[in-house]
């Protein structure tokens, strides 16, 4: 079979946890470890998110500055 680089690979979750993974079978202090982690990547994906806006923000305004 010929290599396809275009295929869909399955994902490999980073963090070992899956979305809408059974919980049943966790521990409390496994499921708060989970809620911290979470709540880590959520903040890493908020400031991401910002940088990326402040970015575009400031492209954006160079940009209307150079046309006018």
Not at 24 to 50: N, Q, W
Request: proline share 4%; glycine share 4%; no cysteine.
């Amino acid at each position: 079979m010929a290599f396809d680089p275009f295929a869909e690979e399955p994902r490999v979750s980073p963090m070992g946890l899956e979305i809408g993974q059974d919980l049943s079978m966790l521990s409390i202090d496994e499921l708060d470890e989970r809620v911290a982690m979470l709540e880590r990547e959520i903040a890493r994906l908020k400031e991401a998110k910002r940088s990326k806006e402040n970015s575009l923000a400031a492209a954006s305004a160079f940009f209307k500055l150079g046309s006018a």
